[in-house]
T-cell receptor
Framework: GAGVSQSPSNKVTEKGKDVELRCDPI?????LYWYRQRLGQGLEFLIYFQGNSAPDKSGLPSDRFSAERTGESVSTLTIQRTQQEDSAVYLCASSLGWTSDYEQYFGPGTRLTVT | AQTVTQSQPEMSVQEAETVTLSCTYD???????LFWYKQPPSRQMILVIRQEAYKQQNATENRFSVNFQKAAKSFSLKISDSQLGDAAMYFC???????????FGEGTQLTVNP
């Protein structure tokens, strides 16, 4: 079946502009995660959605970052007034359930470059 | 807060040889899971192997095995009979038993020499 997909694959934007990144999870997966990967570093957790529960936003680095998810489908990560330090690969993952015995499946990521 | 440390930024191995990647972690939880992920240049994160903390037996998946030392909070990955396709960035990760986020180490870049 189809895996997690993300769009766009690459995004170049000017400092100060807003960007939207999209994630399509695997069908039927109730949990969805966003991570950020700066160059040469590991992944940092940003936000997590589980079904209709309130999202865990504890990883969002500033109020310029927000994310939405409609039901158990598509999610968008929005970065307002982008800064150069926002340049990174943004990875989305989904899983069938929220507990640790469910594997997280990752998408290919969106590489964001802020000039 | 949980932390994951990978002290080897780069490793190299000859094709068909064995290599071990190191990982240590810090947690006060008793119920947790540990993972090794592979990230090739395509950026796709691929789960290599996972270990439940409550299991004493080390996990194995074909040529991949782990050495899980719970008291020492150490979780190393051994790759046997290395293949050119094993070349990638490898990340160690931790997750609480109650789920939610993964916490990743900084990664180890593995090169496989023919």
């Amino acid at each position: 079946g189809a895996g997690v997909s993300q769009s766009p694959s690459n995004k170049v934007t000017e400092k100060g502009k807003d960007v939207e990144l999209r994630c399509d999870p695997i069908s039927g997966h109730t949990a969805l995660y966003w991570y950020r990967q700066r160059l040469g570093q590991g992944l940092e957790f940003l936000i997590y959605f589980q079904g209709n529960s309130a999202p865990d936003k504890s990883g969002l680095p500033s109020d310029r970052f927000s994310a939405e998810r409609t039901g158990e489908s598509v999610s968008t990560l929005t970065i307002q007034r982008t800064q150069q330090e926002d340049s990174a690969v943004y990875l989305c993952a989904s899983s069938l359930g929220w507990t640790s015995d469910y594997e997280q499946y990752f998408g290919p990521g969106t590489r964001l470059t802020v000039t | 807060a949980q932390t994951v440390t990978q002290s080897q930024p780069e490793m190299s191995v000859q094709e068909a040889e064995t290599v071990t990647l190191s990982c240590t972690y810090d947690t006060s939880e008793s119920d947790y899971y540990l993972f090794w992920y592979k990230q090739p240049p395509s950026r796709q994160m691929i789960l290599v192997i996972r270990q439940e903390a409550y299991k004493q037996q080390n996990a194995t998946e074909n040529r991949f095995s782990v050495n899980f030392q719970k008291a020492a909070k150490s979780f190393s990955l051994k790759i046997s009979d290395s293949q050119l396709g094993d070349a990638a960035m490898y990340f160690c990760a931790y997750r609480r038993g109650s789920g939610s986020r993964l916490t990743f180490g900084e990664g180890t870049q593995l090169t496989v020499n023919p």
